[in-house]
């Protein structure tokens, strides 16, 4: 592996950042660092105007300033336009659309990574197959981006490390180098399906531990659900082509560590409400951000259907999100399953 670029010598590059929410302003701050000039693209031309006039996201990262070489446009064509790597980091229900629109910009030198976590909701396809589709690209040249990495502490450098995962390594080592820097650690993988499982389903599990930490079920119980929640995570992810030991690096037990443990994480957050006795419609409502959860638990309870696999945490959080099932009736559920062992059920 090379050693990183001189970032002095990115100052004419461009990359593009497709939505300006948490996630994608945090990861155009972290390409603006290492040199390059990012385009960051939101839909709204009042929001990209406001960003470029104040040099911040007020709306969902209001604490830190842009860099100049961070500008914001509403113009999907000026914003991929000579770019060499476009980002897609809408959430999950929005990718198709924006690619959709993106598609007739993108030259096919273009590198394109992903760092959405969740699936279509009606095809439970993964972002990867979506962006393959829209793009017209091989999806082994498509990278995922993923791991523990709250876009409030990425924006802060505050040591975080990620992954990036691509078919063909070669892109994801092009994404690597873009990335990395000393506050920003980025490791290649080869196992997309994997590190786009893992991403996706940990925040089923981090919803379920802000439900139970609401209902004070104590410490015992969020390690539990962590534990067989990374289980169940397996044993689909297994069935759906993914390497087992993905799940055990930076995008599996990583990010399940800091989503079921984070005061950041909108997931914990959203199932911490909903303990409080918020409506989930409230609680979707009043977040003002995206809980890739909610959707993600419907696509995973069709998954596990589809899949044959046994998945009891996904099972009963989509009894309480969706069929009004009491928390308490489904931690009875969960607590007076039939007796197994640990490992076969693994
Ligand atoms: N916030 C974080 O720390 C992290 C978020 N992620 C993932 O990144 C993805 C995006 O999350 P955030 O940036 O946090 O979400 P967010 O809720 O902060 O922002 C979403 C952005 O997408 C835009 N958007 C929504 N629907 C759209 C549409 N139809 N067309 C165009 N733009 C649209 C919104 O206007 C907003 O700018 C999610 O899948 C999330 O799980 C991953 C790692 C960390
Ligand atoms: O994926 C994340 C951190 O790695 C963000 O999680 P939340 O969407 O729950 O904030």
Same mark, same amino acid.
């Given at each position: ?46 929001? $990209? &105007? ?9 709306? !969902?990262?209001? =604490?830190? @300033? %842009?860099?100049?070489?961070? +500008? ?20 999950? $229900? &929005? ?9 007739? !910009?993108?030259? =096919?030198? @273009? %590198?394109?990574?992903?760092? +959405? ?43 975080? +490390? ?185």
């Amino acid at each position: 592996m090379e050693a990183q670029e001189d970032s002095s010598n990115r100052i004419h590059r461009r990359v593009t950042v497709l939505a300006a929410g948490s996630w994608g302003t945090a990861l155009a701050m972290v390409l603006a660092e290492n040199g390059f000039q990012v385009m960051l693209w939101t839909r709204s031309e009042e929001h $990209a &105007a406001a960003m470029n006039k104040q040099r911040k996201n007020e709306k !969902y990262l209001q =604490d830190v @300033m %842009l860099p100049n070489n961070i +500008t914001a446009t509403s113009s999907l064509e000026e914003a991929i336009a000579a770019s060499e790597l476009v980002l897609f980091v809408s959430p999950s $229900a &929005a990718m198709r659309q924006v690619a959709q629109a993106a598609s007739p !910009y993108i030259k =096919d030198e @273009m %590198l394109i990574v992903h760092a +959405t976590k969740g699936f279509e909701a009606d095809t439970l396809k993964p972002m990867s197959i979506v962006l393959a589709e829209e793009l017209q690209r091989p999806v082994e040249n498509i990278v995922v981006l993923s791991g523990p990495s709250h876009a409030e502490e990425v924006v802060r450098r505050l040591p975080t +490390t990620v992954v990036v995962a691509a078919g063909e390594l070669v892109c994801a080592e092009r994404a690597q180098d873009a990335f990395i820097n000393t506050a920003f650690r980025v490791y290649t993988n080869q196992d997309v399906a994997g590190v786009e499982i893992a991403g996706a389903l940990k925040n089923i599990i981090a919803l379920g531990a802000g439900l139970s930490d609401g209902l004070q079920y104590g410490d015992n119980a969020r390690a539990a659900l962590m534990t067989r929640g990374l289980a169940e995570i397996v044993r689909l992810g297994v069935q759906m082509g993914a390497n087992p030991l993905t799940f055990a690096g930076l995008a599996g037990v990583g990010d399940l560590i800091v989503t079921c443990t984070s005061k950041h994480s909108r997931n914990w957050r959203a199932g911490y409400k909903l303990a409080q006795g918020e409506s989930l419609s409230d609680v979707l409502h009043t977040m003002g951000m995206v809980v890739e959860g909610v959707k993600t638990t419907r696509a995973t309870y069709q998954l596990a259907e589809k899949y044959q696999v046994e998945m009891p945490i996904t099972t009963q959080l989509y009894e309480v999100l969706f069929n009004g099932k009491q928390p308490k009736l489904a931690v009875e559920a969960l607590m007076g399953r039939i007796r197994t062992n640990e490992i076969e059920q693994f």
